[in-house]
């Protein structure tokens, strides 16, 4: 009898924007039982209850590229949220998001972070998570410093190009769920 896979409490995510990150955290929602965790949403929260931008517009892709004048200043709404995490991450380092992320989380559970930037992927690394890095050949670097994460982390890198090999977004979408399951599973089989 086969021993059962140890599955991680904790899988980050990193990439570029718009590399997939979202989606692989449904997959891992939908397949594997693990809560998508919002690691960014303090950020998100602030602009939406201090600053009077919706949900659309810290959320959604679209709603990022979007433009607010805050006191005289237009601000890209992605560069917003950024520029508000480096100052949390100045006054308590670069590890300020996942520590506020991982609180107060059901112990028995599993979870999925999709924005892990910077250093992160080693907070959740010491915290017995594995790090997945998502490239996408059609999502380049953003060029915001707060967009890079360290590649010393990364436990398995998949590549998101679907979208080149498919016409279909259904059969793209399901190629990128093997690869995902796939190294998920590979990651758990180490573990156990």
Known sequence: MSKPL????????????????????????????YL????????REFAVNKLGLSWDDVQTQEGKKRVTSILGKDWEHRILLGEFGNRLEE??????????????????ARYSFGSVRKTQGHFFKEHGGVVIEIMNPMAPPSGNAFDKYDLSAVDRTIINDGMLKFDDPQRARAYFRGELLSAIDALAKERS
Do not use: W
């Open 6 to 33: 140890k599955f991680p409490r904790f899988i980050a995510i990193c990439g570029n924007p718009k590399s997939g990150k979202s989606l692989a955290q449904e997959i891992l929602s939908t397949d594997l039982n």
């Open 36 to 43: 998508p965790i919002d690691d960014g949403h303090v950020l």
């Open 91 to 108: 006054m308590f380092g670069e590890h300020i998001m996942p520590f506020i992320a991982t609180r107060n989380l059901y112990p028995n």
